[in-house]
């Protein structure tokens, strides 16, 4: 249009001096490293689709009166023997820095965790990736965890059941004292046997949407990210006072009494709750939040038939 402008010609693209500029006009922006989203996430947390999932936590709370104590969310993480070390002091002409670890590779192993809304934490629950069980593997752990071994060290349908006992010992729940738990639609949570354990024993079973856990899940929006962050920390602090030493579960324990204090469980659930007794898109969260799936209109495939079958199963 025969406008002056001061972008480059060539290049099409705005200069140094115009970033600059811009920045400077708007103080309220930053430049951010992004958080990566996978497609089937940014689909997944849509509008429609997290909207009627917080409809179905609605009608459960207002039908089964439902308080906060009675709230709990789990959900698996997985813990290396050998995390990534941490940064270290060293000269800068030195090519090569190392950091002494317990093996050459380390092994995953799947630790179980438990938060309810008033700000409670059900002992661990860990599954090693060994054939036979051995009791070292529990050593230093914290009072009331337990353990398994199943081979792939990943969940399953079987250790699942095993952990809804693991879970009902510590709740204690009953007739008067219903259990809301809010897990992720995982293949090993959705099996008829765990179904019918939970209805046996007062628990209703709500699943996430699918690819939404990184929003809606209160233990992987607080308290994950703090372990995962305290779990190395842990680690260093064990290699450098017991030199030569492997690492145990009692580096884990350390971590986790670290991590899981009070006010990180409500705060976890706070925003959660908050959702659910207000209106979800006006209140809790903004759009910005959503911005990723704006392509996505309706839910994706059989998804939310799966989760409102397991509500309506457990509900009953």
């Not at 799936?293 to 989760?307: A, D, E, V």
């Amino acid at each position: 249009m025969g406008l002056k402008h001061p972008f480059n010609n060539n290049a099409k693209l705005a200069g140094s001096d115009w970033l600059a500029g811009f920045k400077k006009r708007n103080p309220q922006l930053s430049i951010r490293a992004p958080e990566a989203t996978s497609i089937a996430r940014a689909a997944g947390f849509n509008k429609p689709q997290v909207q009627k999932f917080f409809d179905v936590v609605r009608s459960v709370l207002e039908k089964s009166n439902i308080q906060p104590d009675q709230i709990y969310n789990i959900d698996e993480t997985g813990i290396n023997s050998v995390p990534v070390p941490r940064k270290i002091l060293a000269k800068k002409e030195k090519k090569h820095v190392g950091r002494r670890v317990s093996t050459e590779r380390g092994f995953n192993v799947t630790a179980v965790c438990g938060i309810s809304a008033a700000g409670s934490y059900v002992s661990p629950f860990f599954l090693f990736p060994r054939q036979r069980m051995n009791p070292f593997f529990m050593k230093g752990c914290s009072p009331g965890a337990d353990g398994y071994a199943n081979g792939s060290g990943w969940m399953d349908s079987d250790h699942f059941i095993k952990y809804l006992d693991h879970f009902i010992n510590h709740v204690k729940p009953g007739p008067d004292k219903q259990i809301l738990l809010i897990l992720d639609n995982h293949n090993s949570h959705r099996t008829l046997a765990a179904i019918n354990k939970a209805r046996e024993n007062n628990i209703i079973m709500v699943s996430l949407p699918p690819h939404t856990s990184h929003r809606l899940q209160p233990l992987d929006c607080t308290v994950f990210g703090s372990l995962k962050h305290q779990y190395p920390k842990e680690c260093d602090l064990w290699h450098t006072n017991n030199p030569g030493s492997r690492v145990s579960l009692e580096i884990f324990s350390k971590a986790f009494l670290h991590t899981a204090t009070l006010e990180k469980a409500i705060k976890g659930c706070e925003e959660f709750i908050h959702s659910i007794m207000k209106y979800f898109l006006t209140n809790v969260f903004c759009q910005l939040k959503l911005q990723t799936s704006r392509y996505s209109k309706k839910p994706r495939g059989r998804s939310l038939p799966k989760m409102f079958q397991m509500r309506m199963i457990t509900n009953l």
